[in-house]
């Protein structure tokens, strides 16, 4: 059975950092594409990162430059690094295999002074 569980989320401040975790059971990370969305309150599901089985990473402009993507093969882990965090940031972020639908309870991350 496929389960991701995400943690790490937080309240931080606008500038602040946090890290996320992904981790998984049921399939191994590094075989399939992953990806990062997030939904923030009254809005749709946006993408924010996604990676390639051979590691590549992609992000959105809206992003780029402040978040990092990354896995531990070891753990089965999917990662995302979030640095200069703006408010507009704040939202519930997921993890999901390839492009499928969240379904798990994804981690709350709210940025505000």
């Known amino acids: 059975e496929v389960q991701l569980v995400e943690s790490g989320g937080g309240l931080v401040q606008p500038g602040g950092s946090l890290r996320l975790s992904c981790a998984a059971s049921?399939?191994?990370?590094?075989?399939?594409?992953m990806r990062w969305v997030r939904q923030a309150p009254g809005k749709g599901l946006e993408w924010v990162s996604s990676?390639?089985?051979?590691?590549?990473?992609f992000y959105p402009d809206s992003v780029k430059g402040r978040f990092t993507i990354s896995r531990d093969n070891v753990k089965n882990t999917l990662y995302l690094q979030m640095n200069s965090l703006k408010p507009e940031d704040t939202a519930v972020y997921y993890c999901?295999?390839?492009?499928?639908?969240?379904r798990s309870q994804g981690t709350q991350v709210t940025v505000s002074s």
């Open positions: 999901t295999k390839g492009f499928a639908e969240p």
């Open positions: 049921g399939f191994t990370v590094s075989s399939f594409s």
């Open positions: 990676m390639s089985s051979s590691g590549t990473s």
